[in-house]
């Protein structure tokens, strides 16, 4: 088989594939309609077979184009990588990290990472998405990020993997709710009650949500909020209860009138691993952001082992 085909073409089949419309991945791509379906066009013909299927809703990739995105990702996410690990010996030439992680890592422990990372690397440009864990894994084995931050039971064993924190969902209550007096209580006990929520986008939400389906029982949203802090303020305030990690209703118990109670499931205490294709192949950069990442956990690892405290 002769193929003929640029790296045009590889980042028009991705973009393509990412919008699910050959006019959006057109533009992504800066060309013109006519120009991509040209490429497209000579593509399928090189290869021998349909590419993409074209309906009213836009395109879907068939099998032979799966495959061709698939592969490349990887070669585009190589390039990437070749660029940073050339950047040392190069003037003007930026690096770029891509980084997917679950609402914990992003919201709680991320933030003071990436700001020094980004001091200490200022030709170093990040791309930092929420995602939920099982969505990440496909990410990164699928290229299309070069680092992910996952919790829970998901399977990764095609990635390589380091332990990274505890991520802890507990539930929070206002001082004088019912529900204060008790040890632990089980989900299933709170879906009772009216729920103060993250939105929808957020993959603790997602999270929240696919327990319930396992226990057919529905999650009653008060409210949806787009932080952790406004969250507290409003259960605080007597909305609704919240499940939330422990590190931030610990945070904002400091100075709210909030009592925290644990969960009893057994998936409310979540092991969390930073994930990628290959730690040996990561450009220099990216590999010094794993180390930071690590570092960073392995200096709050005792408390972040210490069960959250009940009595607050």
Not at 84 to 109: F, I, P
Request: overall charge negative; aromatic content about 4%.
């Amino acid at each position: 088989m002769a193929l003929h085909f640029d790296l045009v073409d590889l980042r028009l089949m991705v973009r393509v594939a990412e919008a699910n419309s050959l006019t959006r991945g057109a533009e992504a791509s800066h060309l013109s309609l006519p120009a991509a379906s040209t490429r497209v066009k000579n593509l399928e013909e090189s290869i021998g077979t349909r590419l993409f299927w074209r309906n009213s809703q836009g395109v879907t990739l068939t099998p032979a184009g799966q495959a061709v995105v698939h592969h490349a990702r990887m070669v585009l996410g190589q390039l990437e990588h070749l660029t940073g690990d050339l950047q040392a010996y190069t003037q003007g030439v930026k690096g770029h990290v891509r980084v997917y992680a679950n609402t914990t890592a992003l919201s709680e422990y991320l933030p003071p990472v990436l700001a020094a990372f980004l001091r200490s690397h200022p030709d170093v440009n990040i791309d930092l998405r929420e995602r939920l864990s099982h969505d990440i894994i496909r990410a990164v084995t699928d290229g299309q990020t070069d680092i992910g931050i996952v919790a829970g039971s998901v399977r990764t064993e095609n990635l390589e993997t380091k332990p990274y924190r505890q991520d802890h969902l507990v539930l929070v209550l206002p001082r004088d709710h019912e529900l204060a007096v008790e040890a632990a209580v089980p989900f299933e006990r709170t879906l009772d009650y009216l729920h103060v929520g993250l939105h929808e986008a957020s993959a603790i939400h997602a999270f929240l949500r696919q327990a319930c389906e396992r226990l057919s029982r529905t999650l009653q949203l008060r409210i949806q909020v787009s932080s952790f802090e406004v969250a507290c303020r409003l259960i605080e305030e007597g909305v609704g209860v919240g499940v939330l990690p422990a590190s931030a209703a610990r945070r904002h118990a400091r100075h709210m009138a909030l009592h925290i109670v644990p969960l009893s499931d057994a998936w409310s205490l979540r092991a969390m691993q930073i994930c990628v294709r290959n730690f040996d192949t990561l450009p220099v950069f990216a590999r010094d952001l794993v180390d930071l990442l690590t570092d960073d956990a392995q200096a709050a690892e005792a408390p972040a082992d210490q069960a959250p405290d009940a009595a607050r």
